[in-house]
């Protein structure tokens, strides 16, 4: 079967770093996305890997490992307002999203 | 606003009813998807068009869903007979894709919220 795998929570302090892990196991493999969603919005686009390396954008960072079937995404300088969920989602031989549950990042001050 | 649109933003119903969302994705984008979310989940591939072609529907989706985007625009979700389990975030999603789609990249819609009572 198919399956992506994240944290389920995770808590930070503001101005600090953290790291959110995905690991995968899918049929094929055809990149790697991030997303975040605050409680009761949309799922919003933050990154796309589809070869090994890490990709900055800003405050965030993801990276991936496609022989270890994992990625990680990285937030810098953290805001109160990065609080919110973050998922991994990996597109797989036939073009089809797989969606992890999600990790909850909350954010303390 | 050019995003994706959906109504209703909530939605209250009884079980047994039947309840319709519609979806108005950007204007320029080829592809449309249905989601579902609950609580704490990933969202849940439900179905998807290409243009006005229905594409892919979930093996897991009961027959008493059901879509359509007649005219390769917007696109509507119909639910008959609604159960308690029905409820959950609907989301829909439009891309557009050119040559192989693998850089394919989804922009969301708000959702509707279903209670089925």
Sequence with gaps: GQNIDQPTEMTATEGAIVQINCTYQTSGFNGLFWYQQHAGEAPTFLSYNVLDGLEEKGRFSSFLSRSKGYSYLLLKELQMKDSASYLCAVRDSNYQLIWGAGTKLIIKP | DTGVSQDPRHKITKRGQNVTFRCDPISEHNRLYWYRQTLGQGPEFLTYFQNEAQLEKSRLLSDRFSAERPKGSFSTLEIQRTEQGDSAMYLCASSLV????????????????????
């Design chain 2, 98 to 117: 050119t040559g192989d789609g693998r850089n394919e990249k989804l922009f969301f819609g708000s959702g509707t919220q279903l209670s089925v009572l």
